[in-house]
């Protein structure tokens, strides 16, 4: 039986997305033992890296290929505001800064605009995990934070995208339509760059438990 794109994406990227998952700053977050600060610090990195990653979606929407990925209910950026507004108060925009891992992953989102596979790289890399992996965050952050909808997790809420597993199939079968958009090395390019994408995220989150073991 022939493996769809979408699976062989998924297994040749699993081990870098497990490895993701179990960064040790997630492990402290999920675990209680950080403050609502250091959760923000999170979600300002979000933000930096989201905005970049909405503004590109937005130029590409018109793209053949890029913007069949392109959905507006997923954008990220207002949520984030919400978000931050909830952890920081009304003055958090001078509260937050990119890090430095954070500033390379923008640069990478922005350096790959122009081509296809790239940019959906990075998409799936992010929202496929905030659909899945990311509602299991948002409930235990629930628990840990006290926050309802209105801010705090406002980003994990995708309520205008109705079923979350009936969204993950389509856009898994838009990934198995990449067969025929791409030949088999674009496809393996592709493949790489998810898993840059997974390092780069990783490296934000390492960066962010350095940040809170310098300031212990």
Do not use: C
Not at 4 to 29: I, K, P, V
Not at 50 to 77: C, I, M, N, Q, W
Not at 93 to 107: G, Y
Request: net charge neutral; charged share 25%.
């Amino acid at each position: 039986m022939t493996t769809s794109f979408s699976e062989t994406l998924r297994n040749a990227t699993w081990a870098d997305h497990e490895s993701a998952e179990s960064e040790s700053y997630l492990s402290e977050l999920m675990s209680g033992r950080l403050s609502e600060h250091e959760y923000g610090q999170m979600v300002a990195q979000h933000y930096f890296a989201y905005t970049a990653l909405d503004g590109v979606s937005r130029r590409l929407a018109g793209h053949p290929v890029a913007g069949r990925f392109v959905f507006p209910e997923l954008f990220r950026e207002r949520a984030l505001e919400r978000d931050l507004a909830t952890v920081y108060g009304p003055g958090w925009r001078e509260r937050i800064a990119p890090s430095k891992s954070t500033r390379t992953l923008v640069a990478r989102i922005h350096q790959v605009a122009d081509w296809p596979g790239g940019f959906i790289a990075h998409h799936y890399t992010r929202y496929l995990g905030d659909l899945s992996g990311g509602q299991f965050i948002r409930m235990e952050l629930q628990k840990i934070y006290g926050y309802a909808k209105g801010g705090g997790v406002d980003f994990y809420f995708f309520d205008d995208l109705g079923s979350l597993p009936r969204f993950k199939t389509e856009y898994r079968s838009r990934l198995d339509t990449l067969e025929r958009e791409f030949d088999e090395r674009e496809r393996r390019r592709m493949i790489g760059e998810v898993k840059l994408a997974y390092q780069l995220n990783t490296e934000v989150l390492t960066e962010l438990m350095h940040t809170v073991k310098a300031a212990a």
